[in-house]
């Protein structure tokens, strides 16, 4: 069954890189980066290795944080998530338990399994100074490798089978941005203990990562290093009970998957009372925008993602000392007006071959590209101003007017960007269906080149606002002039969007339904 | 006689693979047209193109006189269109999609508001009007995509499969409701592959094969005596007993 699972897994793999160029230079990135990563890590064991255990306790650290972003990453990027697709196999009379071993052994097909497998060897590596050592460094290669690519499974299981139950899925929202600060909290943790640069110091980091379900495993070789063999069995029971629990409960959720074809359960809704508002196409379509924030489980995570990378950076601005008024208090307004207009270039994406009714009633390009824009451009500068607002009442951002045009412009010109780029490729978006981290549809590198473009271009187009912003200085006059010119000038940029990205979606509206036929 | 649609050597290639080979079609004012063929004839992509949601390589598609190619605008305000194997908005419930479906077309709120209640009604989708479509069995998908085509009250509808896994209760639903359109001057083009349900409810048929026409005409005159079924299989060109001796061992 194993070996059976291999050859899928490769054969797929192999299939997707030739169909599509952008998957095979996304792979070509991949791999690059990989082996660069192998590299590095293949050093770091050399010098580790001839260090003393204090020193080598580092290896122990990393593979913490290695294990953890197993579980966070499939998370955190909507897509990134390749594991072969358990409701294919529902169909065969298959149990979990003989899936299981063999969905473990092709996690290790692909990139991620296969430096995570270099990281696994390399710790025997560095652990090699004795017999015992060695030996326990091999059972914790086994375990801490396995644990990886079973904890990433259930958790996403989990999660992904929840977010289709409604009171299920607004506990996850709640849930997932403290997940995302947990490497936040190592990173804290082991900067604290790098920042003293003492050998010693590096000790509790070990000691912290090792006692975290992430680093049990891995600790294990050390605590034998170091002689301390009360400490390795307790870890190694740790570690042992870990995977086991971790197993059961895959089993659980594999068996569920396997019989249950569609866990959707949307249900029944309140209509949205039949207001005598603004009607027509364009509030209707910002409106049904608005609307996929709640109801579709891949925009929720979208937004759950905008929230938590743009505030994360500024947490500690908020509770740390000496951090008045720093330039870290804006990171969560021009993070989230790069990812508005990310949001922007992928939106098509998520309507998939639904568009087609859009086409089919004659609505015109721009107004498809200023619906949009209105629904995410409301929301982002919603999130930005309650930001602010927190902001100065925190007393760390007192200079809010000087720095309000460079923001606006910014925000309104990623907006733009995202209009015109959106109608020219769909975008990526996870595939629809019960995991909403799933492969994505469009290829990873696509996803990154927008994501390169959304953060990059817009600061030059903001670059003469922010000259005035600096010119201005602390006359409010001025203030107030450069704020009106930047919302001008990115008022411009984004009509300048709308308009090209519209022009672009009538000449070519049916070409990009067939490009959407990729997202179901 | 006027022509509701008129295909004009509409021809259409994937990757160098023919789907439609120079189709021409006339369908007459107040017809029900079905457009029969086997898998993989050029049905759906006929459809697609006559609806303007998919660019034809060559040909041209009439909508009541007007090019579906070179003035979309207007041609999509005369036709309604359910798409086979493209997604509704699924996420919104039947209520919300054919509001959201009126607003596109610039319907005022309250002809919206009556006519959707009333197309739930008699499609027998009143009970499911706040369920998210995504909920929808395969059978209200087709249902509700219907009144997504006639909301806006078109003169002409074309519907690729639109019986495909409706049930026998549900089917009868949908004729009467074509039928009363048609009695009221509407338009119908719709391809299938139900042979009774096509014998049944339309005056004319195309019979596609490889994405050419062998026979098209008043249904009656296509069938030349046989049953529209057998018709169909000769001009197909299957005969009853290709399998000869094969599949033995599924024989228990």
Redesign the interface.
């Known amino acids: 069954m194993a070996a059976v699972l291999i050859r899928l897994k490769l054969t797929i793999l192999r299939r997707s890189l030739g169909r599509d160029t952008s998957r095979l230079i996304s792979f070509v990135f991949g791999l690059v980066a990989g082996a660069m990563v192998c590299l590095g890590s293949i050093l770091a064991t050399a010098g580790l290795r001839s260090g003393s255990v204090a020193d080598a306790s580092g290896a122990v650290a990393a593979l913490a944080t290695v294990t953890m972003l197993w579980m966070v990453t499939p998370l955190m990027m909507a897509g990134v998530d390749s594991s072969l697709d358990t409701a294919a196999f529902s169909l065969l009379p298959l149990g979990a338990r003989r899936l299981i071993p063999g969905l473990t052994l092709a996690a290790f097909v692909g990139i991620p399994g296969a430096v995570t497998a270099v990281f696994a060897l390399d710790q025997i590596a560095v652990w090699s100074r004795s017999v015992p050592a060695t030996l326990a460094a091999i059972v914790a290669g086994l375990l801490g490798a396995a644990t990886c690519v079973v904890l990433s499974r259930v958790v996403t299981s989990l999660i992904a089978r929840s977010m289709w139950r409604r009171r299920a899925r607004f506990l996850v929202t709640l849930v997932l941005p403290v997940v995302y600060l947990v490497p936040l909290m190592l990173d804290q943790v082991l900067q604290r203990g790098h920042s003293s640069l003492e050998a010693s110091a590096v000790r509790p980091a070990a000691g912290i990562a090792g006692w975290t379900p992430f680093g049990w495993a891995w600790a294990v070789p050390w605590e034998v290093a170091r002689g301390a063999y009360a400490g390795a069995a307790v870890h190694l029971a740790l570690a042992v009970a870990l995977l086991v629990v971790l197993a059961v409960l895959w089993e659980r959720v594999l068996d569920v998957e396997l019989t249950t074809t569609a866990p ?1 359960q ?7 009372r ?1 207001r ?1 508002g603004r ?3 364009l ?3 910002a ?2 925008r608005l ?2 924030w709640r ?2 489980p891949r925009l929720t995570m979208q937004a759950v993602t905008l929230v938590a990378v743009s505030l994360i950076p500024a947490v500690p601005a908020l509770f740390g000392p000496g951090h008045q008024d720093g330039p870290s208090g804006l990171v969560p307004l021009v993070l989230s007006a790069s990812m508005a207009g990310v949001l922007m270039a992928n939106d098509l994406a998520y ?4 568009w ?8 015109p390009g721009w107004v498809d590209r200023a619906g949009r824009v209105l629904a995410i451009g409301v929301s982002v500068l919603a999130f930005d101003v309650l930001v602010s607002i927190v902001q100065v009442a925190f007393g760390t951002r007192t200079a809010w007017l000087a720095v309000s045009g460079p923001l606006l412009s910014a925000l309104l010109i990623a907006l733009g960007m995202g209009a015109a780029l959106g109608a020219m490729d769909p975008g990526t978006a996870a595939r ?1 269906g019960p995991n909403p981290f799933a492969g994505s549809a469009g290829g990873g590198a696509r996803g990154c080149l927008t994501a390169l473009v959304m953060f990059g271009v817009p600061v030059f187009l903001v670059a003469p606002v922010i000259v005035g912003a600096v010119l201005a200085g602390h006359s409010t006059l001025l203030q107030c002039l450069v704020l009106t010119a930047g919302a001008l000038w990115g008022a411009g940029g984004l009509v300048v969007g709308i308009w090209w990205g519209g022009r672009i979606l009538d000449r070519g509206a ?2 990009m ?2 490009k959407l036929r990729t997202f ?1 | 006689m006027q022509h509701a649609v008129v295909f004009d050597g509409l021809f259409k290639t994937f990757g160098g693979r023919v789907a439609v080979d120079r189709l021409s079609l006339q369908i007459p004012v107040g017809s029900v047209y079905g457009v029969l063929g086997p898998n993989g004839a050029g049905k759906t992509t006929s459809m697609l193109m006559a609806s303007g949601l998919l660019r034809p390589d060559a040909g041209r598609v009439e909508v009541l006189g007007r090019d579906v190619w070179a003035d979309p605008v207007a041609a999509k305000a005369l036709f309604g269109v359910a798409p086979d194997g493209l997604r509704l908005f699924d996420s919104l419930s039947a209520q919300e999609l054919l509001r959201f479906v009126g607003e596109l077309r610039s319907m005022p709120g309250p002809v919206i508001a009556e006519r959707a209640t009333e197309l739930l009604h008699v499609l027998g989708l009143a009970d499911a009007a706040n369920v998210v479509v995504a909920d929808f069995s395969a059978g209200m998908t087709k249902k509700i995509g219907l009144a997504c085509a006639m909301l806006h009250a078109p003169r002409v509808l074309i519907l690729d499969e639109p019986f495909e896994s409706v049930d026998p209760v549900s089917a009868q639903t949908m004729r009467s409701v074509l039928s009363r359109y048609v009695a009221g001057g509407g338009t119908v083009v719709m391809s299938s592959h139900v042979m009774e349900l096509v014998e049944a409810v339309c005056d004319h048929v195309a019979v596609i094969v490889r994405g050419r026409p062998l026979a098209a005409g008043r249904t009656a005159d296509v069938r030349g005596g046989m049953s529209l079924h057998e018709r169909f299989l000769q001009l197909a060109g299957v005969g009853t007993n290709e399998l000869g001796s094969g599949l033995q061992w599924l024989q228990s």
């Open positions: 959707r949307v249900g029944t809704v309140h209509a949205s039949a005598s009607s027509g196409p509030a209707a379509i409106r049904r609307l996929g109801r579709d309507d998939g071959t639904a087609w009714l859009q086409v089919a009633a004659g609505v629809r049916p070409e339904l067939g179901g």
